[in-house]
Structure formats: C-alpha cells, structure tokens
C-alpha cells in the first residue's frame, strides 16, 4: 500500500508541481490549499507524513498552527515544514513547535523526496527493530519501539518522530558520545549541525518538563552528546 503524503500550500501551481514529482514516487497524495480543508480532513483520517507552508492564504502563520492542531492529533506523525521563508528564526520555530524537517522552497525537487524519503526510513527502521527490540529501559527512562512512547519515571514525554530517534540513539548506549554527524546518520537527518541542536534543546525541554532535575542528556563539549546513566 502507498504511503500516504498530505500537502498543504495555497499557490496552486505550486502545489500541482510538488503533488505530481510526489504522486512520481509512488506516494499517494492529498493536496490541501488551506489550513481548514486540511484540518477537517485530517481529522477524519490523519496522512503518514504532512508537507505544510508556513503562510497559507491570508494567514502568514497558518502553516505554525496547523502543525501544533497536527501535533495535538499525533505526536509521531512527520512533519515537514516546505517554505520559501529562510530565516534561522522561521527555522527554529518550526522545530519547536514540533517540525521533523524544515526546507526551503529554493531547494531542489531531489533534495526534497530525499528528506520524505529519510522520514520513512526513520519509521520503517524503527518498526523493523521490534522483534529483537521492542523496549528500551535505561533506569527511568523507557521507551517503546511498537507504539514510538517515551515515558520517564512513568510520566509520558510527547516526543516526534525525530526526538524519539535522538533518545533512542544516545540511550541504546549509555556513556558513548555521539556527535552531531553521527546523530544524523543514525536519524537519517538531512540538516545541519544547528537543527540537530535545535532537537536535542527540545527533547532537553520535554524532559524537564516532567521532571525538573532531569540531566540525562549530557553535551560533551567539541564532541557531541551522551546519555548518562
């Protein structure tokens, strides 16, 4: 069965443009030119990974609250922000608000379906790790590869997709430092050096809110980050 791709941007010929090299790939894809349509129909039956712009008709921020109302249906879903707005501000704000990616739109078509394509890597790697992995439990942190849940001193951490592959690949091994190109490999990250801080910050963030005294997630300063414990 085709994964399914919800696109959600207002200028129609863009849109046709990403839909069709989409629908290219072997992707099923629902285009949306608002926020909404797209809202109503997710909904009824979320998509396996939404592409959204940031300004969506006369909203300039309409991309920002579609992705927090998508976030509060799914914690897991993908999301990829798709913007012709470049500022290092517009790019960390996607992030926090709960992004997987963020990409330009004078980026290349090919650069785009890599980063969905890494997306779903992300999800069939996860999946295919459960018959040998299904939980991870490093003291008070547990994790569930099934469902994609984190729970820390059994209190849930909302994470996405890519916050729970950043747990998952500095807790698999406690004490050993990944750097920041090694945290992208494993994620399938196709970013930079800024963004993966920008993850690591808010999965930080996520985890303090539960816990206040929580500092699992050590930086190891010129070198990377480990999880201690």
Do not use: C, M
């Given at each position: 069965m085709p994964r399914r791709i919800a696109l959600v941007e207002d200028e129609p010929a863009?849109?046709?443009?990403?839909?069709?090299?989409?629908?290219?790939?072997?992707?099923?894809?629902?285009?949306?030119?608002?926020?909404?349509?797209?809202?109503e129909a997710f909904r009824v039956r979320l998509p396996d990974l939404a592409i959204i712009d940031i300004g969506l008709g006369e909203d300039p921020e309409g991309g920002f609250a579609l992705c927090r109302e998508l976030r509060a249906l799914s914690a897991q879903l993908p999301i990829v922000f798709l913007?012709?707005?470049?500022?290092?501000?517009?790019?960390v704000s996607g992030l926090r608000i709960g992004a997987d990616d963020y990409v330009t739109k004078d980026a290349s078509l090919p650069q785009l379906l890599a980063r969905v394509g890494a997306l779903?890597?992300?999800?069939?790697a996860l999946q295919e790790a459960q018959p040998v992995e299904e939980r991870v439990?490093?003291?008070?942190?547990?994790?569930?590869?099934?469902?994609?849940?984190?729970?820390?001193?059994?209190?849930?951490?909302?994470?996405?997709?890519?916050?729970?592959w950043v747990v998952h690949s500095l807790a698999r091994h406690p004490g050993h430092v990944k750097n920041r190109d090694q945290l992208m490999r494993d994620a399938e990250l196709v970013v930079d050096d800024a963004t993966v801080t920008s993850h690591v910050k808010r999965?930080?963030?996520?985890?303090?809110?539960?816990?206040?005294?929580?500092d699992s997630i050590e930086t190891v300063y010129g070198m990377g980050y480990r999880w201690k414990g």
């Open positions: 863009i849109r046709a443009n990403y839909a069709e090299a989409l629908r290219r790939q072997g992707y099923e894809v629902s285009a949306y030119d608002g926020r909404r349509g797209a809202l913007s012709a707005r470049d500022s290092d501000f517009d790019v779903f890597r992300r999800v069939e439990v490093r003291g008070q942190l547990e994790l569930d590869l099934k469902r994609f849940s984190a729970h820390w001193q059994g209190s849930r951490v909302d994470l996405t997709l890519t916050e729970f999965v930080r963030s996520k985890f303090v809110a539960v816990d206040p005294a929580f």
